[in-house]
C-alpha cells in the first residue's frame, strides 16, 4: 500500500476559502476518484497550510485514481482554477505504514467513501483537534509512517482530542529534528 501525505501552503488568510470550496464544491468531485483518509488544517507549524492524506493499493492505483480525477470536468475546470490560485507552494510525501490502531484501520476500510458536499450551515471543521510529529513515532499514535520518496522524516498521527498540546517535550533537546503541529480535521475528514 501507498500512503499519500500532500501539504499546502496557502496564501495568508486564504484557507477558511480554500477549504469552503473544498467542503461545498471540490469533496465529492475528488472523492469518487480517490482514497481520502484525512484533511486537516494545521494551527501550529507552518500557518496556512493544509495537509490530507490519502491510501492506495499501489502506485497502478494512484495513477488510474489521478487521471480519472483528471478528467473530471467540475474537478478540472471548476474547482482547480478557483482553488490553486489560492496555493503558494505544496509537498507530497509517499509513505509506508508501519503501525496503526482500529481507527485507523476502520477508515482505511472505508477510503472509496464518496463523500457528499457541506450542507448549508454545517460546520467546516471537527471539534476535536488531533496532532502531526515529523521525526518521531511516540506512543499513542493512531497511524505511524516511513517515508518511501520526499521528505526523509517519520510521521506520526495523534488522535483527536480536547487538549492536543503534548503534555511534555517530544525531544529531548531542542536541536532535535522532531516536529510536532496541532491539526484542526474538517468535518468530512475520516481522521
Excluded at 470536468?73 to 503501525?99: C, D, I, S, Y
Excluded at 497511524?143 to 525531544?171: E, H, I, K, M, N
Excluded at 529534528?177 to 475520516?190: C, D, K, N, Y
Amino acid at each position: 500500500m501507498i500512503h499519500e501525505w500532500r501539504s499546502y501552503q496557502l496564501k495568508p488568510g486564504a484557507a477558511a476559502e480554500y477549504l469552503a470550496l473544498l467542503a461545498d464544491v471540490g469533496l465529492p468531485l475528488v472523492t469518487r476518484h480517490l482514497p481520502l483518509m484525512g484533511y486537516w488544517l494545521a494551527e501550529t507549524g507552518p500557518l496556512n497550510t493544509i495537509h490530507h492524506l490519502w491510501a492506495y493499493a499501489g502506485w497502478a492505483e494512484r495513477e488510474a485514481c489521478r487521471a480519472s480525477l483528471a478528467q473530471e470536468e467540475g474537478w478540472a475546470r471548476g474547482f482547480v482554477p478557483a482553488a490553486f490560485a489560492l496555493v503558494v507552494a505544496q509537498e507530497n510525501r509517499l509513505l509506508h505504514l508501519t503501525g496503526s490502531s482500529p481507527g485507523y484501520e476502520a477508515a482505511l476500510a472505508a477510503r472509496r467513501t464518496v463523500h457528499p458536499a457541506r450542507l448549508p450551515d454545517a460546520p467546516l471543521f471537527a471539534a476535536e483537534c488531533a496532532g502531526l510529529v515529523i521525526g518521531a513515532a511516540p506512543a499513542g499514535a493512531i497511524a505511524q509512517w516511513l517515508p518511501l520518496s520526499g521528505d526523509p522524516r517519520a510521521l506520526a498521527l495523534l488522535p483527536r482530542q480536547p487538549d492536543p498540546v503534548p503534555p511534555a517535550p517530544l525531544a529531548a533537546s531542542p536541536l532535535a529534528a522532531v516536529t510536532h503541529s496541532v491539526l484542526r480535521p474538517l468535518a468530512f475528514s475520516p481522521l
